[in-house]
């Protein structure tokens, strides 16, 4: 509530999780996904949080592993399992938590040990949930020792409606990897969009985010880093 320090700046005094429902799944229209310039990358599109896929681009480059973190979780648990909580679930903050317990899928990235993925891995969110709905997508990306990828993050929504999108993104970057992130929220009036972001980053890795907020709702990203060996470095533009 606003009488939380953290919190007195955003107003989600309306948001009550009983009167929600969660967005049912649906297709979108592919005229209606920027490109944002990216003429060549590795595509993930997530409508109300999960995976559409018809728009995405199903790759698995140099052993790179670029799917819906629902089949990750049926194909590759033991890795998954791993890591999925590990950042977000200790930082105590109640939309993280919720999107934990309610999450249905989202976007998993693995890059192995010395691989460098020379494409971005685009992964789009798009909204077209009906008023009075909530929508749960998750991001899990880990980056192996010497490993290094571009990651780029992107928010639309459909319609006007006044609609609710909490986003839990867990970045785990391990020595000596690099990773580039850029964030771009473009959603539409009415709408609510509050995200957790979390990297953290080992012994001489280094990550860099980069945030753009267009949108006309209510948008709200809390960051964390965390430096978990010396050398570490974490940027946070935004």
Known sequence: ??????????NVSRISPADLSVASAAE???????????????RVV?????????????VDPDAVIVTSLARAIEKHPDLVETHLGTL???????????????FRDGLFLFVPEGVRLHLPVHVH????GAGGTVAHPR????????ASATVVESHSGVGGEERLTTVVSEFLVAEGARLEHVKVEDDRAGSTHLATQVIRCDRDAFAATHHVSLGRGVARTDL???LA???AECVMNG
Do not use: C
């Open 28 to 42: 979108a229209s592919g005229a209606s996904l920027p490109t944002l310039g990216l003429l060549a990358a590795h």
């Open 139 to 146: 991001i899990l990306a880990v980056l192996g020792r010497g």
């Open 125 to 128: 969110l798009v909204s077209t």
């Open 88 to 102: 977000a679930g200790r930082q105590g903050l109640p939309f993280a938590e919720w999107n934990t317990a309610e």
């Open 229 to 231: 060996g010396e050398g």
């Open 1 to 10: 509530s606003a009488r939380d320090e953290e919190w007195k700046s955003t």
């Open 46 to 58: 997530l409508v109300n949080g999960r995976l559409s896929e018809d728009l995405s681009v199903d």
């Open 224 to 226: 964390r880093a965390v």
